[in-house]
């Protein structure tokens, strides 16, 4: 039964590595109890900002995010995601919304492993860094491959992840950033005020 004092936060993931991170994240118990989190695989960029409008009108969440890419420059898409959702809202709010990794999510990923700068979104380039520090060679991100890499998300490890993200730019128009630890101190916060400060803006 679900806890009266959970809040419930809907994130709309890109696809297949953000789902499967932020699920090794909460399987490893590195949030607080006070949040009940439901994750959708949008399976495109594209689809992001229609199911994001979609569920924050169910009214079925305390709060609904989304987690993406930049990918590579000029980021069009991204900055679409983000233009969509203020305009739907009527307000800049996109900030508050969008947990991005710049140039992609392997950006966070890697950083529980290592502290580097990716700079391009291609798996064909990421994967000799996937390799030479996580030990998984000619990383395609197929269902096995990504079994493999998230099982080796450790709560050791995620301190080791924020201290390398914690050094990287938070502005998404510069190659290598993220704002993810902004979120994953929310997430760990026992105090849910932020949703509430956060749905003011809305």
């Known amino acids: 039964m679900r806890n ?19 699920n090794a994240l909460i399987n490893k118990a590195v949030f607080s109890n006070k949040y009940e989190f439901v994750l959708i695989n949008s399976k495109s960029i594209n689809n992001i900002s229609s199911i994001y409008q979609i569920r924050y009108q169910s009214n079925s969440y305390d709060l609904v995010l989304a987690f993406c890419d930049t990918d590579k420059r000029p980021s069009t898409r991204y900055k679409e995601i983000k ?40 798996k064909t380039i990421n994967s000799k860094f996937i390799e030479r520090y996580v030990g998984i060679k000619n990383y395609k991100a197929t269902d096995e491959q990504r079994k493999e890499l998230f099982r080796k998300i450790k709560r050791d490890n995620y301190e080791k992840m924020k201290e390398n993200v914690g050094k990287l730019s938070v502005d998404d128009n510069i190659t290598s950033s993220t704002n993810i630890l902004k979120f994953l101190k929310r997430f760990e916060d026992e105090n849910t005020i932020w949703i509430d400060e956060i749905n003011k803006k809305l």
Do not use: W
């Open 4 to 22: 009266s004092r959970e809040r419930k936060i809907c994130i709309i993931c890109e696809g297949f590595e953000e789902i499967d991170y932020l």
């Open 83 to 122: 233009r969509e959702i203020n305009e739907f809202h009527g307000k800049i709010v996109a900030d508050d919304i969008v947990i991005f990794g710049n140039p992609c999510t392997m950006q966070i990923i890697i950083s529980h492993f290592a502290e580097i700068k990716l700079t391009s979104q291609s």
